[in-house]
């Protein structure tokens, strides 16, 4: 077997599942799970939690903007991502741009950020939003790289495994 035939049937192993995965009822409940939270948080930031970010002292509003905007930006991260594979499910969109560092959400730099100072006065409500999304991002992040890395490792290792043979013995 040739280096050539090698990689491609790792990649079609890798499409795989990633279509599987696209395919699968845990998709659809994460999908669900993420559009839902999306809407329930711009519905609170909207409503009830622009009133409660009026009662909060001056340090505990800049807390509020601080989480609230990390955390929009990280539903939307998290959005993004589930939106590129329902495209890929649906034939939208190709697995090879899929796989593109752009729509890739380990490619993002992922920090554990501290909270901001006054973070602990902040509304019951935005705390249950924030916590849910830290799990949903998480469980993203990880499906991201069990379905994406894990195609970069299986390439990696029949590439060195074809660089071994050929230093041993000589070009195949």
Not at 84 to 102: I, N, P
Request: proline residues 2%; aromatic residues 6%.
């Amino acid at each position: 077997m040739t280096e050539t035939t090698a990689i491609p049937l790792a990649m079609d192993a890798a499409n795989r599942r990633i279509l599987d995965f696209a395919r699968s009822e845990v998709f659809e409940r994460t999908f669900k799970e993420g559009m839902v939270l999306v809407e329930e948080t711009a519905a609170y930031l909207d409503g009830p939690g622009r009133a409660a970010s009026k009662r909060l002292d001056r340090l505990g509003a800049l807390a509020y903007a601080g989480e609230s905007m990390r955390l929009t930006t990280r539903l939307m991260q998290v959005a993004s991502w589930l939106l590129v594979q329902r495209a890929v499910r649906d034939g939208e969109m190709a697995m090879t741009e899929a796989r593109s560092d752009k729509y890739r959400f380990t490619a993002r730099d992922r920090a554990d950020l501290e909270s901001f100072h006054g973070a602990d006065g902040l509304p019951d409500s935005l705390r249950g939003l924030m916590a849910r999304c830290e799990m949903l991002y998480e469980r993203v992040r990880r499906l991201d790289e069990n379905m994406y890395e894990a195609e970069t490792v299986a390439s990696n290792e029949v590439s060195s495994q074809m660089a071994r043979l050929r230093s041993a013995f000589g070009e195949i």
